[in-house]
């Protein structure tokens, strides 16, 4: 692509990060959650692999970290599923409504599960672009 | 009024994407289509249905129907 | 030309058949009650979607993060065929 769309995608893609992150630590508080923050964030990426390269994608992105991360991910909110159920930790739920805390593990789920979306729509598109770029009739 | 106007939109994006000849043409339609139904949902009091739908379907079902596209290749019909 | 006659056709049918059902959610049940009245006490959040979703029903929620976990697995394993299959000859 040219560089007209490259310096866009630089400066775009942190701020989309952000928001989506925003999105899903908010889920509480304002519409969004978990599932649309994670699907922000995942979108960020695709940005980023529409506009640059492969040879420059892979120099910071490496699919089996993001694997790991996933794995984690979902194995945290495993964890704090069952301790909500098993603990019901009554004090975080004592603070006032519309503040940041207000909304008990709420904030916890909606983090570990916006990671979790966002790897695994990270690894759908790494691996359709990547047989994109192998086939020599694409144009990408 | 401004609620019918947009079901109408919706009604003539849907039907001029099926009548598409050029299909990456089509999926772009079907791009702003999404759009008019995510209004759609936000006008009916449902802003987080609004924000699934634009970002599931209106980014990343084009993006897979882009490389679906790519693939089989933009005219309709059987080569 | 045909086509789109019988796709208008078609959306008269379901509209048709829309107005005819009336308005869908009428009935009110005991869980749509207690799910408006308590959310802000048993949760905090202000959002009573999200409350719905990740709190209450946090099994289902749960759950539906196993198959989409599931599902990329089975992407991944797909895509990735021949590296991991290289990778096996090379351990031998």
């Given at each position: 692509m040219d560089a007209i769309i490259k310096t866009t995608t630089r400066l775009l893609v942190p701020l989309i990060m952000v928001f989506g992150f925003y999105?899903?630590?908010?889920?509480?508080?304002?519409?969004?959650?978990?599932?649309?923050?994670?699907?922000?964030?995942?979108?960020?990426?695709?940005?980023?692999?529409?506009?640059?390269?492969?040879?420059?994608?892979?120099?910071?992105?490496?699919?089996?970290?993001?694997?790991?991360?996933?794995?984690?991910?979902?194995?945290?909110?495993?964890?704090?599923?069952?301790?909500?159920?098993?603990?019901?930790?009554?004090?975080?739920?004592?603070?006032?409504?519309?503040?940041?805390?207000s909304g008990g593990v709420t904030i916890f789920l909606n983090l570990f599960g916006a990671i979790v979306v966002a790897s695994g729509l990270v690894i759908i598109v790494y691996s359709l672009v990547k047989e994109e770029w192998k086939s020599k009739k694409s144009k990408w | 009024m401004i609620f019918e106007l947009l079901l109408l939109v919706a009604t003539i994006l849907a039907i001029a994407a099926v009548e598409a000849k050029d299909m990456l043409y089509a999926v772009l339609i079907l791009g702003g289509l999404d759009l008019v139904v995510a209004v759609i949902f936000y006008l009916m009091a449902a802003p987080d249905i609004a924000i699934t739908q634009i970002v599931v379907t209106a980014v990343f079902g084009t993006f897979i129907y882009v490389v679906a596209v790519n693939r089989t290749g933009r005219k309709e019909g059987i080569e | 030309m045909k086509k789109t006659i019988s796709i208008f056709v078609a959306i008269g049918f379901f509209l048709i058949i829309v107005t005819a059902v009336g308005s869908f959610s009428e009935k009110k049940t005991e869980v749509q009650e207690?799910?408006?009245?308590?959310?802000?006490?048993?949760?905090?959040?202000?959002?009573?979607?999200?409350?719905?979703?990740?709190?209450?029903?946090?099994?289902?929620?749960?759950?539906?993060?196993?198959?989409?976990?599931?599902?990329?697995?089975?992407?991944?394993?797909?895509?990735?065929?021949k590296s991991i299959a290289e990778k096996k000859e090379v351990r031998g």
């Open positions: 999105v899903s630590l908010h889920g509480h508080i304002s519409p969004g959650g978990g599932f649309p923050g994670g699907v922000i964030l995942a979108s960020a990426f695709l940005l980023l692999v529409i506009a640059f390269t492969e040879k420059e994608v892979e120099k910071h992105f490496s699919e089996i970290k993001i694997g790991d991360l996933k794995s984690v991910a979902s194995i945290a909110l495993l964890g704090i599923v069952l301790l909500e159920v098993i603990v019901r930790p009554d004090i975080l739920h004592l603070q006032t409504p519309l503040t940041l805390w | - | 207690y799910y408006t009245k308590n959310s802000i006490e048993k949760t905090g959040s202000a959002n009573i979607v999200n409350a719905i979703v990740w709190d209450f029903r946090s099994y289902d929620t749960l759950g539906e993060e196993t198959v989409l976990f599931t599902a990329i697995i089975a992407i991944f394993l797909i895509a990735h065929k």
